[in-house]
C-alpha cells in the first residue's frame, strides 16, 4: 500500500549531474532568482539598495524581467496592481531599512485590496541581527515588527539553504484565499556569499482552498430560496475569484437584485436588469438593501464605504461569504460561510432553487430613477460630462487605475466598468499616490493594451519620478491629471466642517511641460474636447499625459 506522503520525485540521471556540478559565480541572490522562477515567477519590480545588491546582480543570470521604479512605494504599487490584473504573484524587491520602510504604504494598500505581492527585503548581516545596536547602515532593532502588522504572513531566511523554503512559503500565503501581501527578509551576507549549493527547480507552493462547509451553504440555500426580497451585495472577492459568471447565474436563477461595492466594479453587468450599479454612498440604495428579507454579502466585509460609511442597518437575515475569517460578522451578524466566493457560489448555484418575481427589475428601476433625480437636483452637469469623456475614450476591456481624488470618487458609484478586473482604485487603504504607479504595473503585466491612469494635482505630485519609468520601459499608460489647484476633496471637507479650508492650495508645475522634459507626450485639454483627446492619447504608442484644469465637486453625501 503506497501512502501520498512515501511517493517521493527521483531525479533523472542529467538532473543529478547538474546539481552536482552548479555553475560557478553564483551567490544566495540567485538563490532567490532562482526560486522566484521556479515558482512560475517572470517579472519583478523592485528598487535597489546596498544590502539587496546580491539579489539584483543575480537577475542579469535569470530570465526575469525587472521594472525598477524610482521610489519604493511607488514600486509597490506597480507590484500590487501587476497582481491585481494578473492574479499571480508579483514579486518586490526592496533594500534594508529606509527602502523597506518606503514600501508600507503600498503594501497596506495591498493588504485592504487582497492583492498578492511578495516583498523580498534585504536585512543588515546576520551579526547584526538580535535587537543589539552595532550600528550598521539602515539597522533597525526588528524589521520585522514594522511590517508584521501590514503584511498577511512574515518569512525570514537566515542561511542560504533557508532561501527558497522561505520564499515558497511565502508565495503559498500570498495565494491562498484572501490573497495579500507577504515579507520575507534575507542578511546582505548570505545574498553576497558564494553558493555551491545547486540551482533551485520548479518549487512547489500550491495554494490552498477555502472551501465553504456543505451544511452551511444548505442553509444558505434553502434561505435565499424561500425569500421575498432578495438582494446582494457583490464585492472585490468576486472580482479577485473569477467568480462573476457564478454571481450572473445565481442572482438571475434568484431574481434577486445586486449592487456591487466600489471593490468590486465589473462584478456584475452595468446594465442588466437585476443591477442596482454602485450607488452604495446613496440613501435610496441603503434603504432598499435595508429591506431585503435575504441579503447575500459575497466577497466583501461591509466596511465603512461599502455600507454608506456604517449607517447601513441591515433589517433580514444576512449570509456572508468571505475568504477572510477576520471579516465575517465582523460588522453585522451573519450566516457567515468562510469560502473563497468561487466556490461558495458554485455550491449555492446547485442547490438553490429558481424564484419567480416579475417586481425585481421594476424595483431596480425605481431606485435607480431615485438615485438620478437625486444627482441631477445638485447640477453636477460637469462632472458628469467629465466622467462621461473618460467612458467614452477608454476600451472596454483597457485597465483604468484610479488615485484618491474627486474624479475617482465620482467612478466608485457611477462609472460603468464593463468587464471585471478592468477598474482599480485605491480604496482599499486610501493613501495618495497610488493611479500612475499601478497603470504601469498593468502595463508591465500586459503591454498590448493602453491602460489609464486617473490623478488629481495632488496626486500626481507623489509620482511624478516615474515619468521616467514610464519612458525607460515605453510602457502604454496615459496619465489623466486632473489640476484643481490643490487637494480638492479635502478642500470640500474642510469647507463643510469648518467653513474655510486650511493646507489644501498647492503651488504645481506645468504638468504638459514637466511631461514633454521627460520626453512624454502631453496635452492640456478642456471638458469639451477631453473625448477627444483622451482617445487619440490612448491609441498612440508608449507613456503620454492628458491635463485637465478643472474644479470638480462631489455630489451630497446621504450618511450624515
Given amino acids: 500500500m503506497t501512502h501520498d506522503h512515501d511517493l517521493v520525485l527521483r531525479p533523472t540521471e542529467a538532473q543529478t549531474a547538474a546539481a552536482l556540478n552548479p555553475p560557478a559565480g553564483r551567490n544566495g541572490g540567485d538563490l532567490v532568482v532562482e526560486t522566484l522562477a521556479g515558482l512560475g515567477?517572470?517579472?519583478?519590480?523592485?528598487?535597489?539598495?546596498?544590502?539587496?545588491?546580491?539579489?539584483?546582480?543575480?537577475?542579469?543570470?535569470?530570465?526575469?524581467?525587472?521594472?525598477?521604479?524610482?521610489?519604493?512605494?511607488n514600486a509597490g504599487f506597480a507590484a500590487d496592481a501587476y497582481g491585481r490584473i494578473t492574479g499571480e504573484v508579483a514579486p518586490l524587491l526592496l533594500s534594508t531599512g529606509p527602502g523597506a520602510l518606503m514600501a508600507l504604504a503600498a503594501l497596506q494598500e495591498s493588504a485592504a485590496a487582497s492583492a498578492p505581492v511578495l516583498a523580498i527585503g534585504s536585512q543588515v548581516?546576520?551579526?547584526?541581527?538580535?535587537?543589539?545596536?552595532?550600528?550598521?547602515?539602515?539597522?533597525?532593532?526588528?524589521?520585522?515588527?514594522?511590517?508584521?502588522?501590514?503584511?498577511?504572513?512574515?518569512?525570514?531566511?537566515?542561511?542560504?539553504s533557508q532561501i527558497p523554503s522561505a520564499i515558497a512559503a511565502a508565495w503559498e500565503s500570498a495565494l491562498t484565499a484572501p490573497h495579500g501581501p507577504v515579507w520575507v527578509e534575507i542578511p546582505q551576507d548570505v545574498l553576497l556569499a558564494p553558493t555551491t549549493l545547486p540551482v533551485v527547480t520548479a518549487m512547489d507552493a500550491t495554494p490552498h482552498e477555502v472551501v465553504p462547509r456543505p451544511e452551511l451553504t444548505a442553509v444558505a440555500a434553502h434561505l435565499l430560496s424561500g425569500a421575498a426580497r432578495p438582494a446582494i451585495i457583490a464585492g472585490g472577492g468576486v472580482?479577485?475569484?473569477?467568480?462573476?459568471?457564478?454571481?450572473?447565474?445565481?442572482?438571475?436563477?434568484?431574481n434577486a437584485p445586486v449592487v456591487t461595492t466600489f471593490g468590486g466594479k465589473g462584478a456584475f453587468p452595468w446594465e442588466h436588469p437585476l443591477s442596482l450599479q454602485s450607488w452604495l454612498e446613496d440613501r435610496h440604495t441603503t434603504d432598499f438593501l435595508q429591506c431585503a428579507d435575504v441579503l447575500l454579502v459575497v466577497g466583501s466585509g461591509l466596511g465603512e464605504l461599502s455600507s454608506n460609511y456604517h449607517t447601513f442597518a441591515p433589517r433580514g437575515r444576512v449570509?456572508?461569504?468571505?475568504?477572510?475569517?477576520?471579516?465575517?460578522?465582523?460588522?453585522?451578524?451573519?450566516?457567515?460561510?468562510?469560502?473563497?466566493?468561487?466556490?461558495a457560489l458554485s455550491a449555492l448555484l446547485e442547490t438553490v432553487e429558481e424564484r419567480e418575481d416579475d417586481t425585481a427589475a421594476a424595483s431596480v428601476r425605481t431606485v435607480l430613477d431615485r438615485v438620478r433625480a437625486r444627482i441631477a437636483a445638485q447640477e453636477l452637469t460637469l462632472e458628469q460630462q467629465v466622467l462621461a469623456s473618460v467612458r467614452e475614450a477608454l476600451p472596454d476591456d483597457a485597465p483604468s487605475f484610479w488615485d484618491m481624488t474627486i474624479l475617482a470618487y465620482w467612478a466608485w458609484s457611477a462609472f460603468d466598468a464593463r468587464h471585471p478586473n478592468t477598474m482599480?482604485?485605491?480604496?482599499?487603504?486610501?493613501?495618495?499616490?497610488?493611479?500612475?504607479?499601478?497603470?504601469?504595473?498593468?502595463?508591465?503585466?500586459?503591454?498590448?493594451?493602453?491602460?489609464?491612469?486617473?490623478?488629481?494635482?495632488?496626486?500626481?505630485?507623489?509620482?511624478?519620478?516615474?515619468?521616467?519609468t514610464a519612458r525607460q520601459y515605453d510602457l502604454p499608460v496615459t496619465w489623466l491629471i486632473v489640476d484643481d489647484g490643490g487637494y480638492g476633496i479635502l478642500r470640500e471637507y474642510m469647507q463643510d466642517t469648518f467653513?474655510?479650508?486650511?493646507?489644501?492650495?498647492?503651488?504645481?508645475?506645468?504638468?504638459?511641460?514637466?511631461?514633454?522634459?521627460?520626453?512624454?507626450?502631453?496635452?492640456?485639454?478642456?471638458?469639451?474636447?477631453?473625448?477627444?483627446?483622451?482617445a487619440k492619447s490612448l491609441t498612440e504608442p508608449g507613456p503620454s499625459v492628458v491635463v485637465l484644469p478643472a474644479i470638480l465637486r462631489m455630489f451630497a453625501p446621504t450618511h450624515l
Fill in 239 to 254: 472580482v479577485r475569484s473569477d467568480a462573476s459568471g457564478k454571481l450572473l447565474a445565481l442572482a438571475e436563477k434568484l
Fill in 125 to 160: 548581516p546576520t551579526a547584526g541581527l538580535g535587537g543589539g545596536r552595532h550600528g550598521y547602515l539602515h539597522e533597525l532593532r526588528d524589521q520585522q515588527a514594522s511590517f508584521r502588522d501590514v503584511v498577511k504572513s512574515v518569512h525570514t531566511a537566515r542561511t542560504q
Fill in 499 to 534: 467653513g474655510e479650508a486650511t493646507a489644501t492650495e498647492l503651488s504645481r508645475p506645468d504638468f504638459v511641460a514637466l511631461a514633454e522634459s521627460f520626453g512624454v507626450p502631453a496635452v492640456r485639454t478642456t471638458p469639451q474636447s477631453l473625448a477627444e483627446d483622451l
Fill in 319 to 343: 449570509i456572508q461569504i468571505e475568504a477572510d475569517a477576520g471579516k465575517l460578522e465582523s460588522n453585522h451578524p451573519a450566516l457567515g460561510i468562510h469560502a473563497d466566493a468561487r466556490l
Fill in 41 to 73: 515567477a517572470t517579472t519583478v519590480f523592485g528598487l535597489p539598495g546596498q544590502h539587496a545588491l546580491g539579489m539584483f546582480d543575480a537577475l542579469r543570470r535569470s530570465s526575469l524581467s525587472y521594472v525598477g521604479l524610482r521610489v519604493e512605494n
Fill in 424 to 468: 482599480h482604485s485605491a480604496q482599499g487603504a486610501g493613501g495618495l499616490g497610488y493611479g500612475f504607479p499601478a497603470a504601469l504595473g498593468a502595463a508591465a503585466a500586459d503591454p498590448t493594451r493602453p491602460v489609464l491612469a486617473v490623478s488629481g494635482d495632488g496626486g500626481a505630485m507623489y509620482s511624478i519620478a516615474e515619468l521616467a
